[in-house]
């Protein structure tokens, strides 16, 4: 049985994040027995990556407008489906679009028999573009507003005709039984547990100053503004004898800027430090010796109330504690979270300090918290779940 997984993902640094999910997927899926390949970009390229070290290039004209480019990337997909014949197909997208529809529809011309599965890289996704909208508008970028116009447009074009062409859309966070007609599965975003070592260092001692890490993304729902309002809170009113508290970020993207003079007005320089970008071996040492990390605590900036983010499961996979702020597939009273509101209410330190100290209190919280990694977050239990779903939704519609 032979898999694909077709994305329109950069090789770019700032994308690498989002590319290592692809790759997890993809591996996820050979570990269950099928051959898996996947497709990303590299420049005017599009890669075809069928094993370790092993690839396949496909080069298109340099330096066309983003609708031309588009078309590019599809013609070459539509090439390597048509010459392998793959059983299943994995898009990754976010709204309906004419190229995924395409390249659906090229899946099945290949093979009648074929899956075909894609994916909402957030739901509900209507959020995201008013903030799009007020931010193009807001920055008199009316060329990004008008691109975001033919979007939503296609849109509404492609999506009632990816009924007949697409057999299973994933969705992750939010609960949802049917999507453009199609059937829809909710899934947690996964990761390889194998692949991230767990902190091995055990929990710095009581009383001590407590140490955060926030891996921030391109996307503005990481929120860390919260913490950085609230550690100025924090520092000009806490009660003698509290520990001090500091925030490592590590990133290198336009929303870092923001944190940076954020936390400059703020007078946090001594207790904010900015690391740039980190390799995962770096990332490793980072886990080992902070207390907790930073997941997203601006979900309500995307108007959301569901999110599974990607860096929460490696910080659960890490045995690392963590902060969160969104629905989620988590227990509310698991040990090694804390869930904080999802608003833009600056974020009481003193309310995370007395977690990291009963998380220090706790020997075994990081097994704990790789076990539940181990059960729930890997790609492999995910994926198989999606290719199940995806059989008994052709099951369903024939």
């Given at each position: 049985?032979?898999?694909?997984y077709?994305s329109?993902?950069?090789s770019?640094?700032?994308?690498s ?17 099928w051959?898996?390949?996947y ?8 890669i ?23 078309e ?10 048509s010459e392998?014949?793959y ?5 990754k ?15 099945k ?8 599965i ?5 739901y509900?996704?209507w ?10 508008w ?13 979007e ?16 299973a859309?994933?969705v992750f966070?939010q609960?949802i039984?049917?999507?453009?007609g199609?059937?829809?599965v909710?899934?947690d ?12 260092n055990?929990?710095p001692a ?29 520092r000009?009113?806490?009660?003698s004898?509290?520990?001090?508290i ?6 290198g993207n ?30 490793a ?8 990390a ?25 045995g ?5 702020a ?11 979270a ?12 003193e ?5 990291v100290e ?12 790789r ?11 995910i994926?198989?779940?999606v290719?199940?779903?995806a ?5 369903e519609?024939?």
């Amino acid at each position: 049985m032979k898999f694909l997984y077709v994305s329109s993902v950069s090789s770019s640094r700032q994308y690498s994040g989002i590319l290592k999910k692809i790759a997890g997927q993809t591996e996820a899926v050979g570990r269950l027995g099928w051959k898996a390949h996947y497709i990303y970009l590299d420049g005017d390229s599009v890669i075809l990556h069928t094993g370790t070290g092993d690839s396949q290039r496909r080069d298109f004209a340099h330096g066309l407008r983003w609708r031309k480019r588009q078309e590019a990337v599809t013609q070459a997909v539509c090439a390597i489906l048509s010459e392998n014949g793959y059983d299943a197909v994995y898009i990754k997208g976010f709204l309906a679009t004419p190229y995924g529809l395409e390249i659906a529809s090229c899946a099945k011309h290949a093979n009648p028999a074929c899956r075909v599965i894609y994916e909402v890289a957030t739901y509900p996704y209507w959020g995201e573009y008013r903030r799009y909208f007020r931010d193009d508008w807001k920055n008199h970028d009316f060329q990004s507003f008008a691109g975001h116009v033919l979007e939503v447009l296609q849109h509404f074009s492609a999506a009632p005709r990816m009924k007949g062409r697409t057999d299973a859309v994933v969705v992750f966070g939010q609960p949802i039984k049917r999507l453009w007609g199609i059937p829809a599965v909710t899934v947690d975003n996964g990761i390889t547990v194998d692949r991230i070592g767990m902190r091995q260092n055990g929990m710095p001692a009581p009383g001590s100053a407590i140490h955060l890490l926030g891996v921030a993304g391109t996307s503005v729902a990481h929120g860390y503004s919260r913490i950085l309002e609230g550690m100025a809170q924090y520092r000009n009113g806490r009660p003698s004898g509290s520990p001090d508290i500091f925030f490592d970020i590590v990133g290198g993207n336009e929303t870092i800027r923001a944190l940076k003079a954020q936390a400059d007005e703020l007078g946090l320089a001594k207790e904010v430090h900015f690391l740039g970008y980190r390799s995962s071996e770096e990332l490793a040492k980072l886990y080992g010796v902070c207390d907790a990390a930073v997941s997203s605590l601006g979900a309500y900036r995307l108007g959301l109330k569901y999110l599974c983010p990607l860096k929460s499961r490696e910080y659960c996979a890490a045995g690392i504690p963590f902060l969160y702020a969104y629905e989620d597939t988590l227990p509310a009273d698991a040990p090694f979270a804390l869930k904080l509101p999802n608003d833009p209410s600056p974020v009481k330190m003193e309310t995370v300090a007395r977690f990291v100290e009963n998380c220090r209190k706790n020997p075994q919280i990081a097994l704990q918290e790789r076990k539940y990694a181990e059960e729930h977050y890997d790609w492999k239990i995910i994926m198989k779940r999606v290719l199940a779903f995806a059989g008994a939704a052709v099951d369903e519609n024939h």
